[in-house]
């Protein structure tokens, strides 16, 4: 309270007492005082003589001072300076009154906020607390009473508390120190808690006083420092994961980097400017655009993340791998990024690594694909994880089958995912042979090889798939040569035994046809002879169908003679009389023959097929002319018969010739009906046709394949297509 009633009442006095001081000065004057008999002075009047002058000059009694008309006017003009007087203290007495009430209830209001501020408010004065609100209660632990009674500096913490106070008592004599500033304090009970201060001068009661606002910062400092910790932890795993830090304002476009960021470059950072060029410009020509359209899309939000690998030139001038990943970590109001950070880390070994990798990669591929075998790898799911370009052209795969289960290539082996399985569990190889499918109506078999893959933490399998189509084929004709062989031998011990009787019974019927003969006198002479006409008896003969019996006994026998003769040339040794022959001149010959080899009974004339002769000049090898004849001569006939059962198509066989470093190879190709499948693997055997009964002898193709296998060490293979035609293959050695 700045103003008092006893202050007021000392003002008012003050103030009648000048006047009345002043209201002497104006009536009494030098003219009205008897200089001889006064003791007054004019120049020594003051406010203490003025009084006893005047009451001695009244009390004289020798002559009158003032009259009586003047000590009137100075009485009236007395009681209206009081009365003014009054009147001014009235309204001054009224406004001190309600500026004491407004500040009393300025201070009221300011005492009830500060009761319930969120912080400590406290005020001291004269080096004592005069003002303390809950907070500052509950932020040290005393009461109010206690706290009221303590010098302002003795809750300070001693590492703090002389720098305290030495600023709270500038602050108390009107000097304002450092506003804010943080400290230690100690509580109550034994407690040591960080505060935060901001603390001003003030006037409170007429006095100076410090007005302080604490803040409890404790679980702020152990925040501050756990994020210490972590910094230094961050700074450490950094420093051993080798990471480099950068953070960029993107508004000023300064880059912060670590030492880690700059060491790996090969700088100290001291060498290292922070700025965005400092990055940009060390980026390899040929990695700077894209790095930057990444880089951009995740400036623009597009991305959850910015991530590249990308070449840095160093101080050595070496350019270093590096995996560059960031952030942006605040935008503005319109979404525009201000901030951003991010890590460099060296990958150069990596990626030198990577490359050896990808070279073994390129290396294992390119001898996967080089295999004649289809490789498939399968996880232990048996799931698709990679193929080779032959199962890729084998099983029509493509890059959707990946991750799609082994059934979805392999269909027509019911069994492979089971199959797959067990290798897997029983870590065991597993292999099935001639399995068939068919390709375009063609009948190939496979072999399939699964082999478990489990090493490295790696589970899995390899399918590995073989055409054995070809291995079949000539396992098939070794047993069948074996066959050709075995019989080959039997055949010649049988055609010799046949031979005799067969020669007997052709010589008998040529003997008894030659007796029945009418032309024969000797026939008729012994029939007059006996007495029996011999007309009679060729009348009879004719009646009772025997001629026709001979002739067929003749026929028959004639035909059997001849696969005798066929079985006795399949038996003969291979050590014949071979010459240099030119095989297109044997090629020709044997259509020429060929074609004069007509019969009704056979249903095809070889004179109305088309021959094609695709020659190439072949060089002269050493061979059987006799034997080769004859194999071409089957083939011819053989194809004669299959164009022959294909109506409405005009026939046609090619005769085709070539030659490479090893063999010379002679082609027959048709047009005819063309063998199935099945029918592929037994066209060798002997015995075996697909003719009517009694067209052929089962033996044509089976002397022909000896022929050529055995007597001259070359191949013989059919391809065939089914109504299309047939094609025939011979390979001869050159030498």
């Not at 590492?159 to 109550?188: A, H, L, W």
């Not at 880390?345 to 591929?365: A, C, F, G, S």
């Amino acid at each position: 309270m700045f103003f008092t009633n006893e202050c007021c009442s000392i003002v008012l006095f003050l103030i009648i007492f000048y006047t009345f001081i002043f209201l002497s000065n104006f009536y009494f004057n030098d003219k009205d005082i008897d200089k001889s008999n006064c003791i007054y002075s004019i120049n020594q009047f003051n406010f203490l003589g003025s009084y006893f002058l005047t009451k001695k000059i009244i009390n004289r009694g020798n002559y009158s001072i003032i009259d009586s008309n003047r000590i009137y006017h100075v009485v009236v003009s007395l009681l209206i300076v009081l009365g003014i007087l009054f009147i001014g203290y009235l309204i001054l007495a009224k406004i001190i009154k309600d500026k004491t009430e407004k500040l009393k209830e300025s201070e009221n209001k300011f005492f009830n906020l500060a009761e319930v501020a969120p912080i400590a408010i406290m005020i001291y004065q004269d080096d004592k607390w005069i003002f303390v609100n809950k907070n500052a209660i509950d932020i040290t632990g005393y009461s109010k009473e206690e706290l009221l009674n303590m010098k302002f500096w003795e809750i300070v913490n001693d590492e703090y508390r002389d720098k305290v106070k030495k600023r709270g008592k500038k602050r108390q004599k009107g000097i304002n120190p450092v506003d804010n500033y943080e400290f230690k304090i100690n509580t109550k009970n034994g407690e040591t808690k960080w505060v935060y201060l901001h603390g001003t001068s003030i006037k409170f009661q007429g006095k100076s006083a410090g007005l302080i606002s604490v803040i409890d910062i404790t679980k702020m400092k152990e925040y501050e420092k756990q994020l210490e910790k972590k910094e230094q932890r961050l700074e450490l795993a950094l420093e051993g994961g080798e990471l480099g830090m950068w953070d960029w304002n993107i508004k000023t476009n300064e880059i912060i980097f670590n030492r880690q960021w700059a060491g790996m470059l090969g700088y100290s950072i001291e060498e290292i400017d922070n700025d965005y060029k400092t990055w940009a410009d060390r980026i390899h020509p040929a990695d700077r655009d894209w790095v930057m359209r990444e880089l951009n899309k995740h400036l623009n939000g597009d991305t959850r993340l910015y991530k590249t690998e990308h070449r840095l030139k160093s101080k050595s001038g070496n350019w270093i791998w590096i995996l560059d990943k960031g952030k942006v970590v605040s935008r503005d109001k319109n979404n525009d990024p201000i901030r951003m950070v991010g890590t460099h880390m060296d990958i150069t070994e990596k990626k030198i690594t990577e490359k050896k990798i990808e070279n073994v990669r390129l290396l294992l591929e390119n001898i996967t694909n080089s295999m004649p075998s289809a490789l498939i790898t399968v996880d232990e799911n048996c799931n698709i994880s990679y193929w080779n370009k032959r199962a890729e052209k084998r099983l029509n795969l493509d890059e959707n089958m990946k991750g799609k289960p082994i059934t979805k290539a392999i269909t027509y082996y019911k069994n492979i995912s089971d199959d797959v399985i067990n290798v897997i569990k029983n870590n065991k190889i597993m292999e099935n042979t001639n399995i068939s499918r068919k390709i375009n109506e063609n009948k190939i078999f496979e072999d399939i090889i699964i082999y478990p893959l489990k090493k490295n933490g790696i589970s899995g399998a390899v399918v590995r798939i073989d055409d054995v189509t070809e291995k079949r084929m000539l396992q098939e004709r070794v047993i069948q040569s074996e066959k050709m062989m075995a019989v080959g031998g039997l055949a010649s011990g049988l055609a010799h035994e046949i031979n005799n009787p067969l020669a007997a019974i052709l010589g008998n019927i040529e003997v008894l046809s030659k007796r029945l003969d009418k032309e024969e006198k000797k026939n008729i002479e012994k029939a007059e002879k006996i007495g029996v006409s011999f007309e009679k008896i060729n009348e009879y003969l004719k009646n009772q169908k025997v001629f026709r019996l001979i002739r067929n006994i003749k026929n028959s026998s004639k035909r059997a003679a001849n696969i005798v003769k066929n079985i006795l040339e399949f038996g003969y040794e291979k050590d014949t009389g071979k010459k240099n022959i030119n095989i297109e001149e044997v090629l020709d010959k044997t259509v020429k023959v060929s074609k004069n080899d007509f019969d009704f009974k056979k249903n095809y004339d070889i004179k109305n097929i088309e021959f094609v002769k695709e020659y190439s000049g072949i060089s002269k090898i050493k061979c059987d002319k006799s034997k080769l004849q004859q194999v071409f001569m089957n083939l011819i006939k053989n194809s004669a018969y299959a164009t022959a059962q294909k109506k409405d198509t005009e026939s046609r066989i090619i005769l085709r010739t070539s030659e490479d470093k090893d063999f010379v190879k002679i082609e027959l190709e048709d047009n005819g009906i063309g063998i199935d499948n099945d029918t592929q693997g037994r066209i060798f055997e002997p015995f075996f046709s697909t003719k009517a009964v009694g067209a052929g002898s089962g033996l044509g193709l089976s002397i022909s394949y000896f022929i050529i296998t055995e007597v001259h060490d070359g191949q013989m293979n059919v391809e065939s297509e089914k109504n299309k035609g047939t094609k025939f293959i011979i390979k001869l050695p050159k030498t």
